[in-house]
């Protein structure tokens, strides 16, 4: 089955600064890619995904690029602020849908103000 | 719309005892999944249910059974709980295959401790 990994587990970031997480798949046939955001006792949610047909996908401050080659996704987050503070988790799917997603372990990612 | 809500929030159970988690979405959903949340493992899938009347085991199916009698319900029982099935469980539910499909919508979470 699909494996995936997520690095790092914990990100610190000033306020303003960038912040990237990047997870890597083991199964080339993975064709949608999805990031969901938690936060504190909250429920996860999706917050931006790609699939396998497109290299870089963009939404306000936050993005994801997909290399299928080096079975790798990254999110970047850009001019982070306090409420980006989250559990962030990558997922790969084998049938473009939820059905069969995988999830990395996730990211605790703190900006500090 | 409540989307996907979650009962009971909390429980605590002895080893050896039953409990049922119940979902519930009013989204029209084909598709639910029960998830679990450990520390550092991130969301582990138990078992799925493609439609009414159909359930299929996850990446962690084992000590759990589900039933998905109503569309909008989908039921996760433990049998008799054990001490490594303490964990926050989550429940979710997308739409059917297809472009736009790939969304989950989780409910809120059940914490539940095994002593």
Known sequence: GENVEQHPSTLSVQEGDSAVIKCTYSDSASNYFPWYKQELGKRPQLIIDIRSNVGEKKDQRIAVTLNKTAKHFSLHITETQPEDSAVYFCAASLSGSARQLTFGSGTQLTVLP | NAGVTQTP???????????????A???NHEYMYWYRQDPGMGLRLIHYSVGEGTTAKGEVPDGYNVSRLKKQNFLLGLESAAPSQTSVYFCASSLAGGANTGELFFGEGSRLTVL
């Open chain 2, 9 to 23: 929030k909390f429980r605590v159970l002895k080893t050896g005892q039953s409990m049922t988690l119940l979902c």
């Open chain 2, 25 to 27: 979405q009013d989204m």
